[in-house]
Antibody, heavy 121, light 107 residues
Framework: QVQLVQSGAEVKKPGASVKVSCKAS????????ISWVRQAPGQGLEWMGW????????NYAQKLQGRVTMTTDTSTSTAYMELRSLRSDDTAVYYC??????????????WGQGTLVTVSS | DIQMTQSPSSLSASVGDRVTITCRAS??????LNWYQQKPGKAPKLLIY???SLQSGVPSRFSGSGSGTDFTLTISSLQPEDFATYYC?????????FGQGTRLEIK
């Protein structure tokens, strides 16, 4: 069965960086992309970007450009999301999701369990 | 960016009710529209993709319709496990954007 298992909760100080991992299993990793979506406490869902696990191509949300980097390690079927220069408003649950692309668009059919990142001095 | 607006923002209903949630895009997105269900403390779950296709394993009481700018998610007969928050999401263009969510509560 398809599973995405994320790394554990993090507490960071403002200005620091965080790197969240997402280990995939149960499918051919390079056949799908991975998107990252975050959710601030009590708020809605915000798309952060996408990475192709096939060739490493990325597409980031403009508001995060320059602060976010998404990578994959195909040898371990793991995706990573690094966010730098953390601010208090980066406090959120961060989700990875398998991006299923087709002629009818892209949807996120499997999700990780979420990783809480808290930014606090 | 394409703005997605859901209505209502919250809704109270009873078990057995028929419920409809609406999602409107700020420009035409063809059928590039997906619906998710999220329960507290859990990841979102894909319900409907491409506006009207039922994701595998999702009960048939869920259905979606629409194209262009106006879309609906319908639950034909509410079950206790359906009380959750629902989000629409467009994939017509990046950035991918979500609606603000509709919280479905028990009356």
């Amino acid at each position: 069965q398809v599973q995405l298992v994320q790394s554990g909760a993090e507490v960071k100080k403002p200005g620091a960086s965080v790197k969240v991992s997402c280990k995939a299993s149960g499918y051919t990793f390079t056949s799908y992309g991975i998107s990252w979506v975050r959710q601030a406490p009590g708020q809605g869902l915000e798309w952060m970007g996408w990475i192709s696990a096939y060739n490493g191509n990325t597409n980031y949300a403009q508001k995060l450009q320059g602060r976010v980097t998404m990578t994959t390690d195909t040898s371990t079927s793991t995706a990573y999301m690094e966010l730098r220069s953390l601010r208090s408003d980066d406090t959120a649950v961060y989700y990875c999701a398998r991006a299923r692309r087709g002629i009818t668009g892209t949807n996120f059919d499997y999700w990780g369990q979420g990783t809480l990142v808290t930014v606090s001095s | 960016d394409i703005q997605m607006t859901q209505s209502p923002s919250s809704l109270s209903a009873s078990v057995g009710d028929r419920v409809t949630i609406t999602c409107r895009a700020s420009q035409s997105i063809s059928s590039y529209l997906n619906w998710y269900q999220q329960k507290p403390g859990k990841a979102p779950k894909l319900l409907i993709y491409a506006a009207s296709s039922l994701q595998s394993g999702v009960p048939s009481r869920f259905s979606g319709s629409g194209s262009g700018t106006d879309f609906t998610l319908t639950i034909s007969s509410l079950q206790p496990e359906d009380f959750a928050t629902y989000y629409c999401q467009q994939s017509y263009s990046t950035p991918v954007t979500f609606g603000q969510g509709t919280r479905l509560e028990i009356k």
